[in-house]
């Protein structure tokens, strides 16, 4: 599917990003194992949701659809309630489910494999099953178990102290999940802060964990069912906050954005940029912080991104290259390899569709180098079936001159699937 895209005189309007990702996952996988009944709201949409909630409805979750859309109600199984999946579970284009699961399958007391779709199958997964079999997990996957396939044999787990290579949410949770069963405890050493949404939820349900700087300790423990209202994406969110900065006449309010600080790594990226964001009626949800945000059109300025927020803007890599190249001077993104196994090479893919835009970008190994011109010039491009790149692109069709047409579109769909909705609905406001 193909979307074309030109730049309206005005864009104006009210964002409703769908819930966090991050968010809506843990809440669906961690009530599963807890004793009582819980109730999601505004769940995140798409084909990501999909995966999560297929393999825990395989492992004999119960989950059941609410009275309203993106609501759930989960019913506990308690942490020895799961039951062996009669066949294989498959996260689909979701490497939060299938690492998450992963520290899930690694406790239990039957057999399980779980792979993914092409993309999937070739992301690292040594960095899950290498602390994994050092807690006493049997677990074995492709080429000497860096890829999936990943099989589970019934296993018994010990705690381990372990420095994670790699500042990431999805291996530190990982082993947190499957920390809740070893015996005795597991002490985790990050080497910079990434998304902690676990650690918070782990601690709301009851479980016996602390966090002292990088460092997290955690025991065996019980969980409680508690219910979460998923604040909206921050990651999502993003896009739109780039549009309104980048376009010379533009206001968009997004409200009830998740504002987690480990999350908020983009807020203060464009803020150092010189953006127009004005953040209003904080509070905190389900023990996450939430706000409205409004974007107005800025004057950005180009800056290096680098070091130790890298692990906090991830995510948000593609689309605050395309912050740049309307930002004044030169912004150089560095200490950024994770970008190339995503879902596509992250970096290789945002330089080609920016490239093919008339953008003054450098590819580099770790990142990319982008001298601000003011200015793109509409043309056709690809999603390279990466739903971020698909929307990085989208935006750059609103702000380009001429039209944009976007090949293999429907990537979007993984994790926003209103979002050419929205587009649409902004460029004719």
């Known amino acids: ?93 979701s490497g939060t489910t299938m690492r998450l699961v992963s520290g899930l399958l690694s406790a ?30 049997q677990v074995s996957g492709r080429e000497k178990n860096a890829y999936a396939p990943l099989t589970f044999n019934p296993s018994n787990l010990k705690g381990i102290e372990y420095s994670m290579p790699v500042a990431s949410a999805q291996l530190k949770s990982c082993l947190l999940i499957a920390s809740l069963y070893a015996q005795g405890k597991t002490i985790i050493n990050q080497p910079s802060n990434s998304r902690d949404h676990t650690e918070r939820m782990l601690k709301s349900m009851g479980s016996n964990i602390q966090s002292e700087g990088l460092q997290i300790s955690i025991s065996s423990s019980e969980l409680n069912c508690v219910d979460v209202h998923i604040p909206c994406d921050t990651s999502g969110s993003a896009f739109w906050l780039v549009a309104a900065c980048c376009h010379s006449n533009a206001k968009i309010i997004i409200k009830n954005v998740g504002m987690n600080p480990t999350r908020t790594g983009v807020i203060e990226v464009l803020k150092m940029m010189g953006a127009n964001l004005v953040v209003t009626n904080e509070s905190v949800q389900g023990g996450e912080p939430v706000a409205d945000i409004i974007a107005s059109s800025s004057n950005l300025k ?93 935006i750059a069709g609103l702000l380009a001159d001429g039209e944009t047409t976007i090949q293999n579109s429907e990537a979007a769909n993984v994790s926003y699937p209103n979002f050419w909705k929205e587009l649409s609905k902004i460029q004719k406001a």
């Open 108 to 137: 239990q007391k039957f057999y399980s494999v779980i792979t993914g779709d092409d993309s999937l199958r070739f992301r690292p997964m040594k960095r899950i099953t290498t602390p994994l079999n050092l807690m006493g997990a």
């Open 302 to 394: 180009g800056i290096e991104i680098s070091g130790e927020i890298i692990p906090r803007v991830v995510d948000e890599l593609p689309i605050l290259a395309l912050a740049s190249c309307f930002a004044d001077g030169k912004t150089t993104i560095k200490n950024a390899e994770e970008l190339r196994v995503k879902e596509s090479d992250r970096i290789s893919a945002t330089v080609d569709s920016l490239k093919k835009l008339s953008a003054s970008i450098t590819e580099l190994p770790d990142g990319m180098e982008i001298n601000g011109t003011g200015m793109l010039s509409g043309a056709k491009v690809d999603s390279h079936g990466d739903h971020r790149i698909a929307m990085t692109n989208g």
């Open 1 to 93: 599917m193909n979307q074309t895209i030109s730049s309206p005189h005005k864009i104006v309007g009210e964002i409703s990003p769908p819930g966090d990702k991050s968010i809506s996952h843990r809440a669906a996988l961690l009530n599963s194992i807890a004793n009582g009944t819980a109730k999601i709201s505004n769940f995140c949409e798409g084909d990501d949701r999909t995966s999560m909630m297929g393999c825990l409805n395989s492992l004999g979750a119960e989950i059941t659809e609410g009275k309203i859309d993106g609501e759930f109600i989960i019913q506990g199984n308690g942490l020895q309630g799961l039951s062996e999946p009669t066949n294989v579970l498959n996260a689909g284009n």
